[in-house]
Structures are given as C-alpha cells and as structure tokens.
C-alpha cells in the first residue's frame, strides 16, 4: 500500500540558511500534520492542514511556515535556520479530521544544521 | 490536552505476552485512547485506539477499565520487532496527536 513520502531524506544546511522539506500524502488523505522530533525527545506538533487550511497550529517558530497544495501535498518551509533546528521532521496524514482518526507518518527527513 | 503517565521502560521476553499500561486519571468523556508506538529510526505507527470497550486488531488488544481511568494495551506474543517507544494517547481534539514520554519496550531473545 501506499505511504506517506517525504522528500528529502536527509538534508544538511549552514546557519542562517533556508530549507524546504516537502510530504506527498497517502492517495486520498485530505489532512497533513507536521511534527519535529529533536534528539532524544517525543515528537513535537508543529502545524495541519485539512482540505488546503490551517487547521491547528502548535509550537511552530515564525520563522517556519507551511501550507498545502491543491494536490494536498504539503511544504514546510524553515528560514534563517539555528543549531537548534537540527531534527527530524515526520509529516503525516490522515483522511478527515477526527479523535478517531488515525495518523499515518512517513519516514521522516533528517535536518542537519552546521 | 489531558494527561497520561506511562511506565518509563519495559522488558519482555520474547514471545511472551506483554501488557502496557496506561493511567489517565482526568480523561473525559469524549476523549478517545489511541496508541501510537515508534520503532528506532523510524516515524511513528499507530497501533490501536477505543472509546469504551476494549478493543482487538490485528497487532494488539486495547482492554480499557470500566472507569476509563486507565487501559492496557496488551501484544499476545511479543517479537523482536515489537521493540519500541509506545505511546498512550488522549485524542481530545480533531486534529493533532500530543505525544508524552512513552513506555520504552525492550524484548529480550
């Protein structure tokens, strides 16, 4: 069956850079979530969306931002990037919205930053 | 979100039952217990989730109390495999899953 896909796998980037960590859902999943997991910690909620809005929103810095696409793929993007951002980022998704709703999540980007 | 407290660590010998416990003592009456778990190296999977009654799949059983106060999630023979973080989870809100520190499983050959 199909999974979530996240692209890249890996990425490595300098301080102060920008980058763009992208989640293709699985086929027919209206909803994505975004978590931040650093070293050694619980994965943290960052942001969702269902059907193209922001619907919820966690401990996501200003410097971040996100949004979901038509084809509801999803886009994380990280600006003027810290040490401390070094993590990895689970996106997932769901169809609907729900508190019976299970979350599937993908395989995760690891962001390294120098 | 309510709050759940999990054991920190956990041994079990390998095929051989394990039981995961769970209190959430302030849970409410529209809060769904959900179980996420997270092998090394690799996102979280859900494993389960109930409202009241227990609950069977093909990966585990969900045995929730009758107070809802507090549930198990049960592996009838854990495997090598079954090695993880399992996380149990209040789902109070549509959206997002709140994780808290999780019961880390380890299965001994």
């Known amino acids: 069956a199909a999974g979530v896909i996240q692209s890249p796998r890996h990425l490595i980037k300098e301080k102060r850079e920008t980058a763009t960590l992208k989640c293709y859902p699985i086929?027919?999943?209206?909803?994505v979530y975004w978590y931040q997991q650093g070293p050694g910690q619980d994965p943290q909620f960052l942001i969702s969306?269902?059907?193209?809005?922001?619907?919820d929103k966690g401990s996501i810095p200003d410097r971040f931002s996100a949004q979901q696409f038509s084809d509801y793929h999803s886009e994380l993007n990280m600006s003027s990037l810290e040490l401390g951002d070094s993590a990895l980022y689970f996106c997932?998704?769901?169809?609907?919205?729900?508190?019976?709703?299970?979350?599937?999540f993908g395989p995760g980007t690891r962001l390294t930053v120098l | 979100d309510a709050k759940t407290t999990q054991p920190n660590s956990m041994e079990s010998n390998e095929e051989e039952p394990v039981h995961l416990p769970c209190n959430h003592s302030?849970?409410?009456?529209?809060?769904?217990i959900h179980w996420y778990r997270q092998l090394p190296s690799q996102g979280p999977e859900y494993v389960i989730h109930?409202?009241?009654s227990n609950v069977n799949n093909r990966m585990a059983s969900l045995a929730i109390a009758e107070d809802r106060k507090s549930s198990t999630l049960i592996l009838h023979r854990a495997t090598l495999r079954d090695a993880a973080v399992y996380y149990c989870?209040?789902?109070?809100?549509?959206?997002?899953?709140?994780f808290g520190p999780g019961t880390s499983l380890s299965v001994i050959p």
């Open positions: 997932a998704s769901s169809s609907g919205i729900g508190v019976y709703n299970e979350q599937f």
């Open positions: 086929p027919r999943h209206d909803t």
């Open positions: 969306f269902y059907e193209k809005m922001q619907s």
């Open positions: 302030t849970i409410s009456g529209t809060d769904y």
């Open positions: 109930g409202l009241t």
């Open positions: 989870i209040l789902k109070t809100s549509y959206d997002k899953v709140i």
